[in-house]
């Protein structure tokens, strides 16, 4: 796909795409097209089409009161409904009244349309990504960077949709090893991969205890990148991400929905979708990231509940239950990066608990960290591009889910209530009292029902979300 910067539509034929905010002037008016607001008024979620001097003009309907969520959902509505129209090059009408924010939702909506579920269909491609197609944008300000800057967020949401959606018989932990090398080349980030034989050398007991059962090798993935031609001290932040490629639950095997495990290493997409954008965007930070990849599978070789195990930390843990494994392999990359990177500031991300779910529902992410500026920062950011957050308490009442008779901590506290708070806490007792922490708790946002498949799917929840935290900081 091609992008324009237009003044006019002298000459032009193809779809015009018009926003229009909800108005009660008796006529809707563009180009010498005009409605009769009994028929159309902008209101949110209604469009309204014509087809005039060979051009199909839509008509968007964005409603009184725009948020970024909202108008991003419109747009790619938008595209992925009028296909057939969009057959012929294509105008996006920019508003007088619309910010850069406001066009950026617009365009990265518009891209996000052509994601297919289908990933093993012979569908066509959607007109948007031939490569001669053109999309204009109709405005006297120069929205150029903004334009690019949404094509590249849109672009490390579709893969972070991909890399959750596609089966786990393909993305297995070598696939997201392989993922990472390929763009870190592509978008200039380093990578390294510490297989099996490595990591037994660095004694990272939880993470491989995680992946014993399967029969692919677990990777522990590290991406690092810094901008360009850098010379002064810069920002470091730490990002870690559970990317564990299928969930049976291990000899704790779970009892339902293990059809949707392939969505258990979310986490680890979007921290890989987010060092793609980071890379993209050139923004001037240093980030280190780690994704622990494994598959939770059933063996002989599992490990067993009551097994206790010594993490990368030197810190033993107690196994009360082997479907409580993201936080294991979260451990030792909290630890690995701490111990061997010291960043700033540090943020990990993970589809990790059920009560999460219980207590959200599907609408945020829960939050946990100590640092107030971080928790301020990062529900400003996830309110700013639509990806929601709110806290959840890490008070030290709560340690006495995670103490163990037999080893220095325990993976589950086999209570019905606080699940997502004892995780936490046992994230926390792996962080060495980092003073910057923050775990995001995403199971409830991160794949489920939408509007844009029959069967749940991934959201590329936390892309946006980290990448504005991180510009931000």
Request: charged residues 20%; negative net charge.
């Amino acid at each position: 796909m091609k992008t324009k910067q237009v003044v006019d539509l002298n000459g032009f034929t193809g779809v015009v795409m018009v926003p229009v905010y909800e108005t009660e002037q008796a006529v809707v008016t563009f180009d010498n097209v005009s409605i009769p607001s009994k028929i159309f008024n902008g209101k949110k979620d209604t469009q309204y089409l014509l087809v005039q001097n060979d051009s199909v003009f839509i008509f968007v309907g964005i409603g009184k009161k725009i948020d970024y969520k909202n108008l991003k959902t419109i747009f790619r509505r938008i595209a992925k409904n009028n296909t057939t129209y969009f057959e012929k090059n294509s105008t996006l009408v920019i508003p007088l009244e619309a910010s850069e924010h406001d066009v950026e939702a617009m365009v990265s909506g518009l891209l996000l349309g052509t994601y297919d579920l289908g990933h093993f269909k012979n569908n066509i491609p959607h007109p948007f990504l031939q490569s001669d197609f053109e999309l204009q944008f109709l405005s006297t300000q120069d929205y150029t960077s903004t334009v690019n800057r949404a094509i590249k967020i849109a672009k490390a949401q579709l893969e972070t949709l991909a890399l959750v959606d596609l089966p786990p018989n393909t993305v297995n932990p070598k696939y997201l090893s392989q993922w990472a090398q390929e763009k870190g080349a592509k978008f200039g980030f380093d990578v390294k991969i510490l297989g099996r034989d490595a990591c037994e050398i660095e004694y990272m007991g939880a993470f491989l205890a995680v992946g014993k059962g399967s029969e692919n090798e677990p990777q522990f993935i590290i991406m690092s990148y810094e901008p360009q031609g850098n010379t002064t001290p810069l920002p470091h932040i730490g990002l870690v991400g559970k990317g564990i490629t299928f969930d049976t639950g291990g000899l704790n095997i779970k009892t339902a929905g293990m059809l949707h495990m392939k969505c258990d290493m979310a986490g680890g997409a979007a921290i890989l979708g987010t060092m793609q954008l980071i890379a993209d965007l050139q923004l001037p930070v240093q980030v280190t990231a780690i994704v622990p990849c494994a598959e939770n599978a059933v063996d002989a070789k599992s490990f067993y509940p009551s097994d206790v195990i010594t993490s990368y930390s030197g810190k033993t843990i107690e196994i009360v239950d082997t479907d409580a494994e993201g936080r294991l392999v979260l451990a030792d990359g909290l630890s690995y990066l701490i111990k061997n990177y010291q960043p700033d500031y540090i943020v990990d991300v993970a589809t990790l608990t059920g009560s999460a779910v219980g207590t959200f529902g599907y609408e945020c992410a829960a939050l946990f960290t100590n640092n107030v500026e971080m928790s301020q920062k990062i529900q400003l950011a996830g309110d700013a591009v639509g990806e929601r957050v709110w806290p959840l308490p890490l008070w030290d009442e709560y340690k006495s889910d995670i103490e163990s008779d037999i080893a220095d901590v325990m993976n589950f506290s086999g209570k019905p209530v606080a699940g997502a708070i004892s995780a936490a806490k046992f994230l926390e007792f792996f962080t060495n009292e980092h003073k910057a922490w923050a775990h995001l708790d995403i199971a409830g946002v991160a794949f489920g029902d939408g509007e844009f498949a029959k069967t749940k799917h991934a959201s590329a929840y936390g892309v946006h979300l980290l990448t504005k935290f991180i510009e931000n900081i």
